[in-house]
C-alpha cells in the first residue's frame, strides 16, 4: 500500500507533489521521493522514513520543474531504505509504483542478461529498466511504455517520465487504484482524491488496463493495448472533512467499507499460491525455530483478543499446537508458563496497547520467541517483538475497530499457513486450497456490503430493543463475542456473545418477546446442533422477529430465516438454508 501523486502544468510541481503526499502518508510511512523535470534534466530526491524528512531534504536541495512525480512508500519487496524508494530510474525512465509485480523475478533475469544492473531490491526498478529496454528498440516514449506493461503480471498503478520528454508524462493502472484531476490547462493524477482535491474537483476514475498520456497540455487515455477511450469526468462535491471520509458520512463506515481493500493489501506480495505456501518477510524467525515451538500463547486486548480466540481455533486445528488466549491484563498477573519453547503472539491494532507491550516483555524475559500482529509501523510492539506481521490496513479513525479486525484475522490465517507447512501439518494442495479461500474473502465481503438497505431496515426494526444476544459455535463463538462489543461500542445497547451451546445454561432465562437473538450459523459440523438452539430461542419467544427480513428468505420446512445470498431473486424459496458466507450469515429465529 504505497501513495503515488503526479503533476504536468505550468505551475511548480514539488509543492503540489508534497501537499498530495501528506494527504497520502497514512499509505505508506518508511521512505519517500519525488522526481521533477526540467530543461531535459531529471532531478530525484529519496529520503527514508517519514515525509517529514524528504521535505528536509528538499528544503536543502530544492527541485525545479512543471512536470513530476512522487511517492511514499510501504515497502513489500526489499528492507525499507533510500535505495528502495521510490521514483526509481533506468536509463532516461522515471517510474513510481503501487502494487505488486508477481513476474518481477523472471522479467529480472532476462534484464540481467541483456546488460541491465539493478541497484535496489525492489519489483518497481524492473518496470523501469523494461520500459527503458524497449526505448532503446524503438525510441518511442509511449510505445515503450505500452511495450513493458504489457509484459507486467500483477497489480500495479504507475506514473513515469522520461527524461527526453519533459512535458510528458503516463499513467496506468491495474489493480490499484489511480485518479486523475482535470485542471486548467494542469493534470493532476493520485493514489486518493484527497489528494489532489484542493486542486481540482473534476475527477476521471481509471479503470483496470487503462492509460492516460499527458502531453502538449492534453489528456489522452487509450486502453493499455492502445485502444482510444472517451473518459467522462465526475464532479466530486465534497467538503475538506467528507474528502478525509471518501464521502462517507463518518469514518467509521467508510472503514467498513475499506475492508474488502485492507484484506487484499494484508495480503498482497505475501502468497505463494504455487507452493501453497506463505512469505512473511519481517517474521524474523527461522523454519527451525518454527517448527521447535511446542505451544503458543496469544495475548490481546479486546477487539484483538476476539481476533485471538479465532486464531486459536486456526492454529490447533490445522498445525496441532495446543494454543492459549489471554487477556493481556491479565497476563502478568497469574505467573504464566512460558519458556523458550513458548511462541507468543502479541495482537495489537496500534502496536502500543500498554497492556500488551507488557505481556511482550514478561514473555521475552522468560525466554519466549515472540510475533506481533500490529498495524503500525515501527510502533514500540512491532520494534520490540522478534517478528512482525503488518495488518496493513491504513489508518483506523472510528472509534470502534472494524477493517483492523479483519485484517488481523487475515493475518492469523496467513501465520497458520505458514506453521502449517513449516512443520507438515499442511501439506502442499491443501495449503493451496486454504490460499485459495482467502484470496476469494475480498469479493464476498463486497458482496454481503451491498446489504445496506436490508440492515437498515433490521437497525430500524430493533432500534428500542434494550438487550441483545449474539450466539455462535466453535469458531464463530469469537465472532458473536464481537458482534456484541460493536452493538455495545456504537449504539449503547445491552448484548451479550455468548457459546450457543451454553445458552441453556443461564441465559436462557432472559430470553422472552423482547430480547432479539443473532445466530451465526454457517453450514459447519455445528449447523444442525445451532439450528437445535434456535428451536429453544424460538419456543421462548426470542424477539419476536417474526416479519423481520434481511437478505434472507423463509424456509417452508423450517420456523426460520434462511440467509437469502445477493443473487437471489426476492421471490425465491428454498427448502433448506445454504449460508453464502462463511463466517457472517445471521440466522434469527421466526
Not at 294 to 322: D, N, Q
Not at 344 to 363: K, N, V
Request: hydrophobic share 40%; with cysteine; proline share 4%.
Amino acid at each position: 500500500m504505497c501513495g503515488i501523486v503526479g503533476y504536468t502544468g505550468s505551475q511548480e510541481a514539488t509543492p503540489i507533489i508534497i501537499e498530495g503526499l501528506r494527504r497520502l502518508e497514512y499509505r505508506g510511512y518508511d521512505s519517500a521521493g519525488v522526481c521533477t523535470l526540467s530543461g531535459g534534466t531529471a532531478a530525484t530526491r529519496r529520503s527514508q522514513g517519514k515525509l517529514i524528512n524528504l521535505e528536509r531534504l528538499i528544503q536543502e536541495k530544492p527541485l525545479s520543474g512543471s512536470t513530476g512525480i512522487g511517492h511514499t512508500r510501504w515497502a513489500t519487496h526489499g528492507r525499507p531504505s533510500e535505495t528502495n524508494a521510490h521514483p526509481h530510474q533506468a536509463g532516461p525512465i522515471i517510474v513510481v509504483h503501487n502494487g505488486i509485480i508477481e513476474n518481477y523475478l523472471a522479467l529480472k533475469e532476462q534484464l540481467r542478461k541483456k546488460g541491465h544492473t539493478f541497484l535496489s531490491e525492489t519489483d518497481t526498478e524492473i518496470i523501469s529498466h523494461l520500459i527503458e529496454e524497449h526505448y532503446l528498440q524503438s525510441g518511442n516514449f509511449e510505445q515503450a511504455v505500452r511495450a513493458g506493461l504489457q509484459e507486467l503480471r500483477g497489480a500495479f498503478a504507475v506514473c513515469i517520465l522520461c527524461e527526453k520528454e519533459p512535458g510528458t508524462l503516463i499513467a496506468a493502472k491495474q489493480g490499484s487504484p489511480m485518479v486523475v484531476g482535470l485542471g486548467e490547462g494542469e493534470y493532476f493524477v493520485a493514489s486518493d482524491i484527497p489528494a489532489i482535491l484542493s486542486h481540482t474537483r473534476e475527477m476521471v476514475f481509471m479503470e483496470d488496463g487503462e492509460l492516460v498520456l499527458f502531453r502538449d497540455g492534453a489528456a489522452v487515455f487509450s486502453t493499455v493495448a492502445g485502444a482510444p477511450l472517451v473518459k467522462k469526468p465526475r464532479h466530486i462535491d465534497w467538503s475538506p472533512m467528507m474528502a478525509e471520509k471518501g464521502g462517507f458520512k463518518h469514518f467509521m463506515l467508510k472503514e467498513i467499507y475499506e475492508q474488502p481493500r485492507a484484506i487484499r493489501d494484508t495480503i498482497a506480495g505475501r502468497l505463494r499460491e504455487e507452493e501453497g505456501t506463505v512469505y512473511l518477510e519481517e517474521l524474523r524467525l527461522t523454519d527451525k525455530q518454527l517448527k521447535a515451538v511446542e505451544r503458543i500463547s496469544i495475548i490481546a486486548c479486546g477487539t484483538s483478543w476476539h481476533a485471538a480466540l479465532v486464531g486459536k481455533f486456526l492454529i490447533e486445528e490445522h498445525c496441532r499446537i495446543p494454543v492459549e488466549v489471554d487477556i493481556a491484563s491479565e497476563f502478568r498477573y497469574r505467573n504464566p508458563v512460558v519458556n523458550d519453547r513458548t511462541l507468543m503472539l502479541l495482537i495489537s491494532q496500534s502496536g502500543e496497547t500498554a497492556d500488551t507491550l507488557a505481556a511482550l516483555r514478561e514473555g521475552k524475559s522468560r525466554g519466549a520467541k515472540n510475533i506481533a500482529i500490529c498495524n503500525v509501523v515501527d510502533s514500540s510492539i512491532a520494534r520490540e517483538a522478534n517478528g512482525v506481521i503488518y495488518t496493513h490496513a491504513g489508518p483506523e479513525i472510528g472509534v470502534a475497530s472494524t477493517k483492523a479486525f479483519v485484517t488481523q484475522l487475515t493475518a492469523l490465517y496467513l501465520l497458520t499457513v505458514k506453521l502449517g507447512r513449516v512443520r507438515g501439518t499442511i501439506d502442499r494442495l491443501r495449503g493451496q486450497e486454504m490460499l485459495a479461500a482467502l484470496v476469494r474473502a475480498p469479493a464476498f465481503l463486497e458482496e454481503a456490503l451491498t446489504l445496506d438497505e436490508e440492515v437498515e431496515q433490521v437497525a430500524r426494526r430493533y432500534m428500542n430493543a434494550r438487550d441483545f444476544l449474539y450466539l455462535g459455535r466453535g469458531i464463530n463463538y469469537p465472532i458473536a463475542l464481537e458482534g456484541a462489543l460493536k452493538l455495545k461500542e456504537i449504539s449503547y445497547i445491552h448484548a451479550e456473545g455468548y457459546p450457543a451451546g451454553e445458552m441453556k445454561h443461564g441465559p436462557i432465562a432472559l430470553i422472552d418477546d423482547q430480547m432479539p437473538v443473532v445466530v451465526l450459523a454457517p453450514h459447519t459440523s455445528s449447523y444442525e446442533k445451532t439450528v437445535s438452539n434456535m428451536e429453544e430461542v424460538i419456543a421462548r419467544g426470542g424477539g419476536s422477529l417474526r416479519s423481520a427480513r434481511w437478505g434472507m428468505a423463509r424456509s417452508p420446512t423450517r420456523r426460520r430465516l434462511c440467509w437469502r445470498s445477493p443473487s437471489t431473486t426476492s421471490g425465491s424459496r428454498r427448502s433448506s438454508c445454504r449460508c453464502r458466507f462463511s463466517s457472517s450469515p445471521i440466522i434469527s429465529p421466526s
